[in-house]
């Protein structure tokens, strides 16, 4: 393989798995959104 090949492949690869590491991390500590209890709040005012 050449050279410039090598480091083309490499570098593809590098950046392919730098955004995927970035994103896993982004959405395994971003925290829950607070969704309200949909039975309690539907419910009429009495």
């Known amino acids: 393989m050449n050279t410039s090949a090598l480091v083309l492949m490499l570098a593809s ?17 971003t925290p829950p959104k607070p969704e309200p209890d949909s039975y309690s709040d539907n ?3 009495p």
């Open 13 to 29: 690869v590098l950046t392919v798995t730098g955004f995927t590491l970035y994103f896993f991390y982004r959405v395994l500590t």
């Open 43 to 45: 419910d009429p005012e």
